[in-house]
């Protein structure tokens, strides 16, 4: 098993900024990506950021320019700098780490328990 501890969560102004960081820990090995999601009142969760293990990133359009996730591979934790903020981004965001076996052709994901960003107008 994967377990993942996040921090850095809270209350912030809109266009102030706020640092995320996730540490995971067990059985970490054959890692696909590591990447933030959010799930606001009411909506589904989505994607935030993602890196992969080659290094490439994706992010969802609403944070392009404004988040920038990054990863140390050494110590195992992924980080989002989030900067900007505005009220739509306030949310539950969870740490995701993906593994992947190829021997099967079968992905599993480990989550977070969530920590909660809220931005005021």
């Known amino acids: 098993q994967v377990q993942l501890v996040e921090s850095g969560g809270g209350l912030v102004q809109a266009g102030g900024s706020l640092r995320l960081s996730c540490a995971a820990s067990?059985?970490?090995?054959?890692?696909?990506?590591m990447g933030w999601y959010r799930q606001a009142p009411g909506k589904q969760r989505e994607l935030v950021a993602a890196v992969r293990s080659g290094g490439s990133t994706n992010y969802a359009d609403s944070v392009k320019g404004r988040f920038t996730i990054s990863r140390d591979s050494a110590r195992n934790t992924v980080d989002l700098q989030m900067n900007s903020l505005k009220p739509e981004d306030t949310a539950v965001y969870y740490c995701n780490v993906q593994r992947y076996a190829s021997s099967v052709n079968y992905y599993t994901d480990y989550w977070g328990q969530g920590t909660q960003v809220t931005v005021s107008s």
């Open positions: 067990g059985r970490i090995f054959s890692i696909n990506a």
